[in-house]
Structures are given as C-alpha cells and as structure tokens.
C-alpha cells in the first residue's frame, strides 16, 4: 500500500521515493509504477488525477495518468519504463493540482451551504476542465433553485471564504468519528479521513483540500438545472472564477462600447434596439410592398386571356413578408392573375373568381406545388414566361 504524502501536506510539489512495482500500462507503449510513497493524487471522489514528471538516474519521465487500486496501491502511469528498485524524485504540476484543489475546496463549502440552509443532499461531485457539477437531492424533489437561493448560497460561501477559516484533514479514532457532526455518513468503514472546514463543514473525504478557506478564492454559481429528478448546480472557483469574471467584464464592455452606453444599461438598451429594429423592418416592408404593386401593375396585360388581367413579374430578392402582403394584396381584387419570379423564388396566385389551378401551373413550369388559388415553388425567372405562353394558349 503506497503511503500517501497528499494526506499531510497537500501543497507537497516534490518528493523523493522507490519504486516498488513495475507493470504493462492500459494503453500500447505505457508503463505503470508504483512507489513506496507518493503525493501523486489518483483520480478519485470526482478530482482527476495529477500530473507531473519523475526525474532518476538516467532520465526522466512524465506521469501522464495516476489512479489506485482495490488494494490501495497508486500507479502512476510513465512514458518510460523505470527499473524497480530505482530511487525516483517526483514533482508534480502544482498549478493543476492548486486548480482541482480550489474546485474542489469549493464544492465542500456548497455542499455544506446547500444542506444547512435549504436541507439538500449533495449527491457526487464532477469537476470538468472548464466548471464543475454537484447533484443535489432537495426536499420535495425540487429540480432548481430560484435566484435568490442562488444569490444566498453564492453569498454564504464567499462570506465563509472570506474568513479564511482552517480547513483541517485527519484520520480520527472509531470513538471520536462517532462523535462527529458529520454532513453526511462515510462510505467507507475503515482509515476514515475527515476534512473540517470552520464550523460549517465537516464530512469523510479522502481528497486533497486547501490549507484554509480564503485560498478558494471565491465561488460563482453558473447554472441550476434538472438532472434525472435533481438539481445540478454548475459552479466554478479560484482561479477559474477570477478568469471567468475578467472574460466576461471583457465581453461587457466590448458590447457597451458598440452600444455606446454603460454596462450597468446593457439590457434596457439591447431591447430598445430590438424594438427599434422591429419597427423599421416593419417600415421598411411598407414600402418594398407597395413598390411590388406598383411593378405587378405596370406589369398588367389584358389582351393575353380574355376578361382576366395577367402580370408576369420577376423582381429582386426582397423580404418574403413584403413579397406575401403585396401578392394578398394584389388577388384580392377581381379578375387577376400573378406570376411572380423574386430571384429563383415562384408564387404563381389568382384572384378568388378565376378559374385556373395555380398548383398545376407551377409543377408544369418548375417545382413546387400549394394551393388551386395561391401556389409557391423554385425555378429560373424564365419560368413566369413559359407559365403566361401556357394561359395564353389554353384559355383563349
Ligand atoms: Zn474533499
């Protein structure tokens, strides 16, 4: 069994130690080792694994992967195969480690807001590379968490991160854990390790945590959603929390400058644009409609089919709402007949009282199809010509 330096000192980025076992790794072409000691984290409890480099006589290697087994042994997986017996000095990527350990940290101090001030039980822990994820089982199988919760539990853990309380680990004897007032019952029976963070956390865990409550940082809760009837509260610490909140000042301002106006009206001043953009699209299609009349009746004939008035009219791409109110428009009147090309785009229409199938009309010419009075499709503008040559000959 690997003894584990993690335990004591969690900020151990260097440490001297034996191999002790060697053996083929999961993937072709990797070797796993196992040390007598190690600081190494194996993935476990949701946090991933460490990574970092063992240096021996004769070379280096990285640790690429490090996970335990049943027996409690931590193999590190290396990109090179080391003897045993061989004496290793391991040194471990402290900035990754310090990242998982602020999410990590975080998420305890959740967890422990969750269950004191609203009864919910937190469920597992997934720390991802860009936030992390708690499922959280709330009384009356609640799925999510209005913005005031969101805003009192945001605002508890950063108070309690802010009086940088110690946070403390240690493996307490049967009679003293069964004294605690722990969060939750442990899952396991034997070397129960206990994490206590102030007074508002205290719960069996076996992963590495900060020395004290202000090196988490700060907690910003991203998301609450259903997830298989609880909710998963999205969230993201320390650093990450810092980063996201400079991107997001970033993007803030960049969009407050295109608007020019402060960020603090960013919302009022989108939504007025929108509606003012809705109103001159909606003037701006009063006009390109009563133009498309204006075309359909400079375009009118009266000579090609008896007692009905004919347009043929190809027109420029325009808004399909403009095209759709000038053709109502136009049918609505006695006796007409439309055939339209806007780009590649066919209407072929015809007032109520004409007796003609536009849908037919427009499958002999093009494609497409609708109804006997009002018909759309695609096709080349040519199309609308072929269409009148048809009329002209057949309903003579
Ligand atoms: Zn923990």
């Known amino acids: 069994m690997t003894e584990r330096l993690y335990y004591e000192n969690a900020y151990l980025w260097e440490f001297d130690g034996t191999v002790k076992r ?7 072409g990797t070797r796993e080792i196992a040390l007598d000691r190690s600081a190494f984290y194996p993935t476990s409890g949701g946090q991933p694994f460490d990574t970092g480099r063992m240096v021996f006589d004769g070379g280096e290697a990285e640790v690429t992967g490090v996970e335990a087994d049943r027996d409690g042994e931590v193999w590190h997986t290396v990109s ?9 000095h391991g040194l471990i990527d402290g900035k990754r480690r310090t990242d998982h350990m602020e999410q990590h940290g975080g998420e305890h101090m959740l967890a422990g807001a969750v269950w004191e001030k609203l009864q919910g039980t937190t469920i597992g822990l997934h720390l991802g590379p860009e936030d992390s994820t708690i499922d959280v089982e709330l009384p009356g199988e609640r799925t999510h968490l209005t913005e005031e919760e969101i805003r009192m539990l945001e605002d508890t853990v950063n108070e309690r991160i802010r009086l940088d309380a110690p946070i403390r680990c240690w493996f307490p004897a049967a009679e003293e854990l069964a004294s605690l007032p722990l969060r939750k019952a442990p899952t396991v029976s034997e070397h129960v390790r206990i994490v206590a963070m102030g007074d508002f956390e205290m719960v069996a865990c076996g992963g ?6 202000g090196r988490i940082g700060m907690i910003k809760i991203l998301s609450v959603t259903p997830a298989r009837g609880k909710a998963r509260i999205a969230f993201v610490c320390g650093g990450r929390a810092a980063a996201l909140f400079q991107k997001y000042m970033r993007c803030a301002d960049k969009a407050g400058a295109a608007l020019s106006c402060p960020v603090d009206k960013l919302s009022r001043t989108a939504s007025e644009l929108k509606s003012r953009l809705a109103e001159a699209e909606r003037t701006a299609n009063r006009y390109a409609t009563k133009e498309l009349l204006e075309k359909f009746r400079q375009a009118e004939s009266t000579e090609d089919v008896k007692g009905i008035t004919l347009s043929a009219v190809t027109a420029e791409e325009t808004d399909a709402r403009a095209v759709s109110a000038a053709v109502s428009e136009y049918i609505g009147d006695k006796g007409k007949i439309l055939l339209l090309a806007v780009g590649e785009k066919l209407t072929f229409a015809r ?13 002999r010419v093009g494609r497409g199809g609708g109804r006997p009075d009002l018909a759309g499709g695609a096709g080349i503008p040519e199309c609308v010509n072929v269409a009148r040559k048809i009329l002209k000959t057949e309903m003579k």
């Open 351 to 363: 007032s109520a009282d004409v007796k003609a199938d536009m849908a037919e009309l427009i499958r």
């Open 208 to 213: 590495t945590h900060p020395s004290s409550t």
């Open 22 to 28: 060697t053996r083929e790794g999961k993937k072709p």
């Open 80 to 88: 090179r195969a080391i003897p045993e017996g061989t004496a290793v």
